[in-house]
């Protein structure tokens, strides 16, 4: 069984800039979420995509933006980056129902300089 | 809105000894699921434990355990005979559910608790 996998591992980008991170989830998993966490912190909910349509969305302007694709993988786009987001941005994938865990990848770290 | 709350911003045990961490929790709705997750230095979280709000035993994985009492909102995590591989950063965390009974993928995480596991 393969597990929850992010790429890249580290970016550095400048103000501005676009990024892209992605995720693979879990074989099996048809849900995808995707979380910010600044140093220090717990993570934040940024959304969730559940076949292909957002099904749920955090605090966080339109700048940030997701994809799910037929095989479940997911993408998520911030536009316009600024200083505060650099973080870790986990993805975590999970089935529907109730009580079922998210199985958390190993994160993106995103330095905006 | 749901809020979750961890006041110890660091713990430290022995090791060998049991340590509590605790976790508080705020919500309206009737149905929710109570998470806790391992954050080592290397990133990634590791679920642990999870509680439902109607189950009526606390749960139990190995070495950890949930010490849920509902009516005081808390749901405190034990570890068992601590380990040095422990030490990392812990996190509850509230999964809502929604109108359907279904589980909507949203996590509310608190502020997280260091542990620090000594020889």
Redesign the interface.
Known sequence: ETGVTQSPTHLIKTRGQQVTLRCSSQSGHN?V?W?QQALG?????IF?Y?REEE??R?NFPPRFSGLQFPNYSSELNVNALELDDSA?Y?C?S?T????????????T?LTVL | AQK?TQTQPGMFVQEKEAVTLDCTYDTSDQ?Y?L?W?KQPS??????LI?Q?SYDEQNATEGRYSLNFQKARKSANLVISASQLGDSAMY?C?MRE?NAG????????????TILTVHP
Do not use: D, H
């Open positions: 849900t979420s979380y912190q717990g993570p934040q909910f969730q559940y099904n749920g955090g870790l986990l975590a999970s529907q129902g109730r009580g079922v865990e998210q199985f958390f990848g190993p994160g770290r | 979750i149905s699921g998470f997750y290397s990133g990634e979280m590791i679920f999870y439902g996190f965390a559910v009974g279904t589980s909507y993928g949203k996590l509310t995480f608190g502020q997280g």
